[in-house]
């Protein structure tokens, strides 16, 4: 992904994570979906949004000072 492509895309990833719970409870209700598998979508959403940068730079670092 080039960098123009990102700037335009970064302001509309919390809403894209959005629509997709939402899509995921439109086929739940309509019977495509378990509930175990609404609840797999939302775990995932979930676990984007509060993950954070200094998360995932933590661990290579880490791993390079031999920790």
């Not at 175990?36 to 984007?48: K, M």
């Not at 290579?60 to 920790?67: E, M, Y």
Request: proline residues 6%.
């Amino acid at each position: 992904m080039d960098l123009l492509t990102l700037l335009f895309r970064l302001p509309l990833m919390p809403l894209r994570g959005f629509v997709q719970l939402a899509e995921a409870e439109e086929a739940r209700v309509s019977g495509e979906m378990s509930d175990q598998d609404v609840a797999d979508v939302e775990g995932q959403a979930v676990g984007r949004l509060v993950s954070s940068p200094a998360d995932t730079s933590a661990g290579p670092r880490a791993r390079r000072n031999g920790s």
